[in-house]
Structure formats: C-alpha cells, structure tokens
C-alpha cells in the first residue's frame, strides 16, 4: 500500500458562499456568515472545506468569472473578513480548500481588459484570439453555456475563445507567462495559510493547437471535448504546477475533470504525486444524459451507476486515489434524482444514498445541505431561474423549437444546477434562517420541515446520521483503505459490495427502491457474527435472509482487526 496521506481519511464539504449564510441582511452569503456557522460545521464532523469562488467577481457566472484573484468579491466582504474566518477555521481544527478556477478568466479581468485593446498588445497572447474562417468564427464550436464559443471583437476584427460564458475568456497555457502569473498567484494564496486547492474544469487547460471543427450536434455547433478535454500538454501543465507550487505545501488538491477516463485519472492522480491528489469524474453523473444532454426526465439505471462507480473503485485500486459524491453546486440534489424526496421516504432514502457512498473508498464530498436531506426546488416559472447555464438552455431549446416551452421549463426545473444553490435550511424563520433580507434566490418552502435546528435536535435525523457516517470512516481504517468488491451486478434494486482489509470484511447492503426486497446473504456470511456499524432501520443483526425495508441501508462489519 502507498504512503498513507491525511487527505485520504479526510470528509470535505462543500460551501456555495452566496447560499450558506447572510451575516448583513443583504440576501447574500458571505465570509462572516461563514465564520457564525463553523461551529456547526465541526460538531457535524468534516475535516475539509471547500470553498466555491469568493474572489472579486462580476458574477455572470456566480464567482467563477473572475476579475481579481487576490480580491474578495465586496458582496462577501473583505480580505480582513477572510482571514478572520481562515484563522477561527484552523482554530476548530478545519482546514481551508479554495476554489482555482484558471482555464478561464473573467473580460473584466485587467488582463483580458489590456489584451483586447489591440492585436500587438503585450497581454494579446494571454487569451486565445483568432481571424475567422467560413461560418464565420474560427471553428464550429459550441459553448458549454448555450450559442457559439467564440465571440467576435469589432474593435481587433477577431474572435476570442470562450468554453463557457462569453463573459468568461479562455487563457493561453501555452504561454510560459500566463503559467507563472497563475502560479504566483496560488503561491500567494498558500502563504496566507490556505489547506488546497480545487481545480475548477482543468482537464481543459490544454487545446488541440489546430483547434479544428467538432462534432454538430442538435444545437447546431460543434463538440470541443474531443480537442480539449485531457488535451495534448494537460499533465506536462499540472506537473509544473506541482513543481512549482503544490509540492512545497501540504495540501489536498482535486481536479473537476470533465472527459477524464479511468486511464487518464491515473495520470492526474497517481500515487507518485506528480500532478493531483485526486479528480472529479463525471460518468455516474451523465448517466441520464442522452442526446438533450442533460435535459430530460430520465432516471439512472441502478446497474449502471454500479458499473460506473465499481470501474473507478477498482481501476484507480494502488494506482490513485477516488473522490466520492453525490452533489455540488453544479448538480441537482441526489436526493430528488435517485432517492425519494416524499416526506415518507425523504430521511431514509437519503441516509441509504449517504452510507451508500460513504463506504466507499476515496475522499467523500458533502455538498451543504445534503447533510439534511435538502431536496429540489419546486420551480413554477422561469423567472425563477438564476443559473446562466438553466437561463440560456431555456432559451435556446424553446427559440429553436428543440423542446416545447412546457416541456424545456421542466426538464430544466428538474435538472437546474439552482436546485443546489437555493439558501441552506438553518431553522424554520422565515427565510430559513438565512437572512434577514430578501433572499437572492428563493428558499425552498420546505423549511419549515427540513432545517438544521431541527436535525440537530432529534437523534435520528439525516444530520446525526451523516455525523456517524463521517465518526466511522475516522474510527475504522477499513472504510478507508480496504479493498472493493461489488456483489450482485445485475439486481436493478440492490447495491450491495465487499470492503476487505487483513482479517476483515465490510459488508454494504442498499435498497434503492420504496418496496421490500429480499436478500440472501452471501455464503460465509449468514453464520458469522458480524457487527453492524450503521442502519437507517435501526437494525442490530443480520439474518441469513433479509427481507430489506424501502430504501433500506445496513453495514455489517466482520472480523476483528
């Protein structure tokens, strides 16, 4: 086994800034908002928190739309506020993870600002520029965020590329100067005392130089993943970032790796610790994906998930490292996707979904609120949506007749990355505790029912639960490191997997449906004594047959260490 490093045994969680606390009344999250709410973030457990964006932004992109990477966006507060709340942070023994976001900047930047003054200027080949062709831009690429990823310029009679937003140009790697500017920057960030780094879409940092047409798809523009996702000098990039910064600190740093393979994750990821610690994959997140990408009502097939999620247990096993999630900011809640958000099923499913992934081996990811069973927003208009991403498809789908009004408006309401970024549930006041203002979006009205002071009340609520998932995986090493072995490949109605290490076994057993399921215990299993760790049914034992209840979760560990 490799060196065993802290981050592995470390739970993260996430905080969507805007959304977590509102310290002034603006109806807006901020750092100070923050800093009230660390306590809570302790008692729960976690060791890690990442931090979503809170530079100087315009904010077309909600914060990764950078203008200044040594600001703090004024709606958060001050650099002072900061660093009050980094110091209380470590205080309470929780380490800092902050949000990198540089295959983009924002075209406020002072640099994309000086780059497009003039096709001499010195900053011009900061960004990525280019005379176009037949169509008329230099290629047929579409943005991640809906229309073309390229945006003319009047004033230089040329396009700049943009995989996102046009507000959000992409940086030249390629350029030895752009490098050492982003890497004196995040050395400026480790000096202040920060724990790591999160790689907002590096795996996109490098692109094909020819930049050639891509696949067309329904929209009408082309594909660039093949051209640069994992691009050509991706891991000679982050090999000199690691170089340069992140070996001479220690930290816990993930990639957002969009296209990545198992393959390729063994490179971002190797245990050598030549690029990353680990990276997000996106494959169990795009399996109800089809050919309207995202938008659509369609469900994630059980035995799918177990096939995605088992491949990146074992393929990484000695070579790298997993991340484990369900949510973040960019996702709907899981919850509403492959759980049951009925008041009836709402606790247990999202406890299954918890143990389900926490058992796992890799470094969990909390998203806020997850850890209270917080589920989608019941959107009634799209005036309600915030997300440029949601704002834009809406558009697009309805304009270009791909879907009609009715039907875009609920595919978008069911998938919107806002059903993530609606404000954390703190009490049942009005606003839910977030703010004493007008929220910048809407709380979702089941508050009343589903807050953290009510969780941290009541025993057996999501959030106590959540508290024992994180406690077990700090107390038994096999949670952490065992080996994975899944069971039953082909059941559409159970997950169930083998974690082994040494003399011990870890059992995990899942009914991801609202109806009883029978399960035959594994041979070897029914007449040992085994000791179970965690149940969302409060079950003690385990019989040779289960009969499990709705969205039953049992973990039964054997063996002694």
Excluded at 271 to 286: A, I, P, R, T
Aim: with cysteine.
């Amino acid at each position: 086994m490799a060196e065993k490093k802290w981050w592995q045994k470390s739970v993260v969680y996430q905080i969507y800034p805007r959304s977590f606390c509102d310290s002034d009344g603006d109806g807006i999250g901020d750092l100070n908002g923050i800093s009230s709410k660390l306590e809570y973030l302790k008692e729960l457990g976690i060791d890690v928190i990442w931090l979503s964006p809170v530079y100087q932004s315009p904010n077309d992109d909600m914060g990764y739309d950078i203008s200044d990477y040594r600001a703090i966006m004024k709606e958060f507060g001050t650099m002072e506020d900061y660093d009050r709340m980094l110091h209380k942070a470590h205080g309470l023994g929780l380490k800092i993870m902050m949000d990198l976001v540089v295959n983009h900047t924002s075209d406020e930047h002072p640099l994309f600002v000086e780059s497009r003054k003039a096709r001499n200027s010195p900053y011009r080949d900061f960004y990525i520029w280019r005379d176009g062709k037949d169509g008329p831009a230099p290629n047929n690429w579409g943005s991640s965020f809906g229309g073309s990823a390229w945006e003319y310029d009047e004033a230089t009679d040329q396009y700049y590329l943009h995989l996102f937003s046009k507000k959000q140009p992409d940086l030249n790697w390629e350029n030895d100067a752009v490098r050492k500017r982003i890497f004196d920057m995040m050395t400026w960030w480790c000096d202040k005392g920060i724990d790591g780094f999160r790689m907002d879409v590096i795996s996109l940092i490098s692109k094909v130089p020819e930049l050639p047409d891509g696949e067309t798809g329904k929209n009408g523009y082309g594909d660039f993943t093949p051209y640069c996702a994992n691009g050509p000098r991706v891991h000679e990039f982050l090999r000199e970032m690691n170089r340069e910064v992140l070996s001479k600190y220690d930290l816990i740093t993930v990639g957002e790796c969009s296209g990545v393979t198992v393959e390729e994750a063994k490179k971002y990821a190797s245990v050598s610790g030549s690029e990353l610690n680990m990276v997000f994959q996106f494959e169990h997140m795009n399996l109800d994906g089809g050919e309207s990408f995202k938008w659509n009502h369609k469900k994630i097939r059980l035995t799918e998930l177990k096939e995605v999620m088992s491949r990146w247990q074992t393929g990484l096993k000695g070579k790298a490292w997993n991340s484990l999630y369900w949510c973040n900011h960019d996702q709907p809640r899981m919850l509403s996707r492959m759980g049951n958000d009925s008041p009836k099923y709402r606790e247990v499913s999202a406890k299954m979904l918890g143990a389900c992934l926490h058992m796992l081996q890799g470094t969990p990811y909390i998203y806020q609120g997850e850890e209270l069973g917080m589920t989608n927003y019941p959107f009634t208009s799209p005036d309600e949506f915030r997300d440029i991403e949601s704002i834009n498809a809406y558009q697009e789908l309805t304009e270009k007749e791909i879907f009609s009004h009715a039907d875009a408006f609920d595919y978008i309401s069911y998938k919107s990355r806002d059903n993530a970024r609606t404000p954390m549930q703190w009490d049942d006041s009005p606003q839910a505790g977030f703010t004493t203002g007008t929220p910048w979006i809407a709380v979702n009205p089941n508050y009343r029912e589903i807050n953290a002071r009510e969780q941290m009340a009541r025993k057996d609520s999501v959030f106590h639960y959540y508290q024992k998932l994180i406690a077990l995986r700090r107390q038994y090493d096999i949670i952490v490191y065992g080996d994975y072995e899944l069971l039953l490949p082909d059941s559409e109605e159970i997950y169930a997997y083998l974690r082994t290490l040494e003399s011990q076994t870890l059992l995990v057993v899942c009914n991801f449906t609202e109806r009883e399921v029978g399960y035959d215990v594994p041979d070897g299993f029914a007449k040992k004594e085994g000791k179970v760790l965690i149940s969302n049914y409060e079950r003690t034992e385990i019989p040779a047959v289960l009969t499990l209840a709705p969205f039953e979760c049992i973990v039964v560990l054997y063996g002694q260490p």
